[in-house]
């Protein structure tokens, strides 16, 4: 095992060395390239001064040399063998700790490094999140549809999920942030960024005026969301679908009086029934497992209002509660598209497999169909999905870009848009180097992950 | 006779492969949805210049009929208007595929040289010429196009246009989906956008499948070294996240529409590559493979000839999912602002609903809508043959 590790990680080198020559050739080829005089151009300065820069530049980065002889002093650069940079801007003597050096953006004057320091760790924030999510739900929603074959919900859903899927993520965060971000509508989320300034200085945890407050809050929430919950588990399917009903035309008839302010009126009838019919319908599902979450958050909200209409005060929303605010409609425009896709492979995998002959034998030696379902088939249709985990990971960083610029988001998606648009080529190659090894690296933990869970696998 | 009669049912002829598929395919509804709306944008886009116009189609003004309309034709119209009944006659036509394929082509490059030689529209237009004549009571007669104002008609003969919500206009304005940042009208710019949207798809996706179909053919046929050194490839390919090398191709190589046709094509060939690999290296070892090698045959004549029409089916679902990425690439580059500058496109009318800092639902609604349904179609023609060239599916439901 360690001597497969260790030969894919050499064989990682020769396709990072790839992947940045293609950019790098791709920036060289450019109708004018990338020249000192295309990056002082646009200032307004003296000739002298001008040509002082210029010759700074040249110095800096070598961009008076051939591409090639560009390209490997880049290489050298940034791999931490090599020869040792003299601040003149010759090479010096070679050493095998000198440390990598990603050179400093035209655009912004300071050391990629840092500017990827900052900016990593809020796109891997998004991605670690969003995937244990798409993870969840997608094989809870394909199981079901497994299990029901050629059944209501399995139609429905592969439907949904197919259009679900050829939603372009932008449209759905233009939507999301139009509808449920802007002053116009409904403002129950922020538009943009990561966090409220002001909630540095807060407590991590919601602050309330006094602790009887904190008291008729949790009250509140745990008993509506404990009644929503028994009831979702335990009523009859007529009760379940009314009481939906009812719940999602309060919530509707509320949404619309939000935005006009009347009592009545069309949009008033339109939500109301609208909504009303789609969570009769969720209510109604055979899935006790969605039901129980679609309870939970409804009566989260629930609680949560009723509590504020009781004259609870909270002092500080606190930085946990307001980080989650934030991050609610970038994640769900970030893994929605991933979900459907994966919730789809789940089905067929889990069909196939429910077919095949093991699945027969345990079925004739008595087997409940729950145990050859969880015990038998879904750890072999679990196979697929591992080696899909290996594409998810450039997917949502592909997805980051467009998330990331919609919400300004300051992460390394819109960093990349940016270090295009100012033809930062620093930026540009370390961006692509870094996202083209986690990319590699993704590939390499799904192979691994693949060799732990199936025992006939082994790369020795 | 009824002894006859079982004979000959029995010995109905069987159909080719191609006309079984397409059967299977017209006989799903998702197909047909998926069909309808493509066939209806691919009229849409031929007809785009009769659709919405500021020229007027008939105009008659000092007792002078004209045709300001067929006078502002480009040649890139024509090649649309010849373009469509020629591939229908063609397609119609009894002949084999490729033979059908090539006519095609050769047709169409001839319509655009043709085209391009002996149209010339004026270079300067004026839209406003047409409103202004009527307002001063020159015209005589005017017959104008279902949307009368051009996708680059920005209105400029009215001082208050900008952005503007559907139907909520002055009485002499009618805008059914509002008018963009310029004063454009929107379903204007639509209508003539979704001839980039469909061609993009289809070119872009050519492009990817001559390049996959070639790299992943040798590295199929031949294994070994090329097959190592094609995958590193492939691998380095699939590795840059797509987004990224679109957006530097983009950034550093200018902004034409065929220029990212060939770009998206570029940066999408690798899963083309790969099918055809595995298919390839399926293929090489059988009977025909070796008795065409045996027969001196030339490479490509063994390539395509005999191992491609054998692998094909992977590739056909492949490619309808290809078309809808493709589509989704171009909008989402315009999103991002880095898209085509003046002409009109779904993705960049998509990027004004929220760049000023009010939301301006219809700029979201119908061009998003758009894309979604473009995308949408394609995806279900691409499931569901997947479903019409699996040889399992078709047997469940027989048994």
């Known amino acids: ?460 | 006779m009824t002894e006859l009669s079982a004979d000959t049912d029995m010995k109905q002829p069987s159909q080719p492969w191609t006309t079984q598929v397409a059967v299977s395919l017209l006989g799903r509804t998702s197909a047909r949805i998926g069909l309808s709306w493509i066939g209806l944008l691919v009229i849409i886009a031929t007809f785009s210049p009769f659709l919405a116009s500021s020229h007027p189609l008939y105009l008659v003004v000092d007792g002078q009929a004209s045709s300001p309309l067929l006078q502002h034709m480009t040649a890139l119209d024509w090649v649309w208007l010849t373009g469509l009944p020629m591939i229908l006659v063609i397609a119609l036509l009894p002949l084999p595929l490729w033979k059908k394929f090539l006519s095609a082509m050769v047709g169409l490059g001839l319509t655009a040289m043709i085209a391009y030689t002996v149209v010339s529209p004026p270079a300067l237009v004026i839209y406003e010429q047409y409103r202004e004549l009527e307002s001063t009571g020159k015209v005589e007669t005017i017959i104008l196009a279902p949307i009368p104002y051009s996708a680059k008609d920005y209105l400029r003969d009215y001082a208050d246009t900008g952005i503007e919500s559907p139907l909520l206009t002055s009485e002499q304005r009618t805008h059914w989906m509002g008018t963009d940042e310029n004063g454009a009208d929107v379903a204007s710019r639509m209508i003539h956008a979704s001839r980039i949207a469909l061609g993009i798809g289809f070119i872009a996706t050519g492009i990817a499948l001559v390049i996959g179909t070639i790299i992943g053919g040798l590295m199929g046929y031949f294994s070994g070294i090329v097959d190592i050194i094609g995958m590193r490839l492939v691998e380095i390919f699939e590795a840059i996240p797509t987004l990224f090398l679109l957006l530097s191709f983009v950034a550093f190589f200018g902004r034409s529409i065929y220029m990212m046709m060939v770009i998206i094509g570029i940066t999408a060939w690798s899963g083309y590559a790969r099918y055809v690999r595995a298919e390839f290296l399926k293929l090489r070892q059988q009977d025909f493979v070796q008795a065409a090698v045996a027969c001196g045959l030339p490479l490509r004549s063994i390539l395509f000839r005999h191992m491609l029409p054998n692998g094909l089916a992977p590739l056909l679902v492949a490619t309808s999912f290809g078309v809808a990425s493709a589509i989704l690439a171009e909008a989402t580059l315009s999103f991002l602002g880095l898209g085509l500058i003046d002409d009109p496109s779904w993705g960049q009318l998509l990027n004004q609903a929220v760049q000023s800092s009010t939301f301006n639902w219809w700029l979201a609604v119908f061009p998003g809508g758009a894309i979604f349904l473009t995308v949408f179609s394609y995806n279900l023609l691409g499931e569901s043959l997947r479903d019409a060239v699996d040889p399992h599916t078709n047997r469940s439901k027989r048994a």
């Open chain 1, 1 to 460: 095992m360690l001597n497969y590790l260790i030969r894919r990680t050499l064989l990682m080198i020769p396709t990072l060395l790839g992947i940045t020559l293609v950019v790098f050739i791709v920036m060289a080829a450019a109708p004018g390239g990338i020249t000192a005089q295309s990056l002082v151009d646009g200032m307004e300065l003296e000739p002298e001064s001008r040509r002082a820069l210029e010759d700074y530049y040249n110095k800096l980065y070598g961009l008076d040399q051939p591409a090639p002889v560009q390209y490997l002093r880049w290489l050298n650069n940034i791999s931490p063998i090599g020869f040792e940079r003299e601040p003149d801007g010759t090479l010096g003597t070679f050493s095998l700790w000198k440390g990598a050096d990603l050179g400093t953006s035209f655009r912004y004057g300071r050391p990629v490094m840092d500017l990827l320091a900052e900016r990593l760790p809020i796109t891997l924030l998004l991605n670690l999140i969003s995937i244990p999510l798409i993870y969840a739900i997608a094989i809870s929603i394909g199981v079901q549809a497994a299990r029901q074959r050629g059944g209501r919900f399995d139609v429905a859903s592969n439907i949904f999920l197919l259009g679900l899927w050829s939603v372009p993520s932008m449209l759905a965060g233009v939507l999301f942030i139009g509808f449920f971000a802007s002053e116009q509508y409904w403002r129950w989320f922020p538009t943009g960024g990561l966090m409220q300034r002001e909630t540095v200085d807060q407590t991590f945890l919601p602050l309330f005026a006094n602790g009887s407050d904190l008291l008729i809050a949790v009250a509140c929430v745990v008993t509506v969301t404990v009644l929503l919950i028994g009831a979702a588990t335990s009523a009859p399917k007529i009760a379940r679908q009314c009481g939906g009903f009812t719940i999602g035309a309060l919530l509707g008839y509320t949404m619309a009086w939000d935005l006009g302010g009347h009592w009545l009126g069309g949009l008033h009838v339109l939500l109301a029934a609208s909504l009303g019919l789609l969570t009769s319908l969720l209510a109604g599902m055979q899935h006790p497992g969605f039901r129980i979450a679609l309870a939970g958050a409804i009566g989260l909200g629930g609680g949560l209002t009723l509590s504020r209409y009781l004259g609870v005060e909270v002092m500080q929303g606190g930085y946990l509660l307001d980080r989650l605010w934030h991050l609610v409609l970038p994640i769900i425009a970030l893994s929605y598209g991933g979900l459907a896709f994966l919730a789809k492979l789940t089905r067929s995998s889990l069909l196939e497999n429910l077919a095949a002959d093991y699945a027969r034998t345990a079925r004739a030696k008595g087997v409940d169909e729950e145990t050859v379902l969880w015990r038998h088939v879904f750890r072999n249709s679990f196979l697929p999905l591992i080696t899909v985990s290996a594409t998810l990971l450039p997917s949502l960083l592909a997805g980051s870009v467009i998330v990331e610029s919609i919400f300004s988001i300051d992460g390394m998606g819109k960093l990349a848009v940016e270090a295009v648009q100012t033809r930062d080529r620093e930026l540009v190659l370390s961006v692509t180097l870094i996202s083209g090894l986690l990319t590699l690296f993704g590939y390499l933990l799904a192979d691994i992950a693949y060799a732990i869970v199936d025992p006939r696998v082994s790369y020795d």
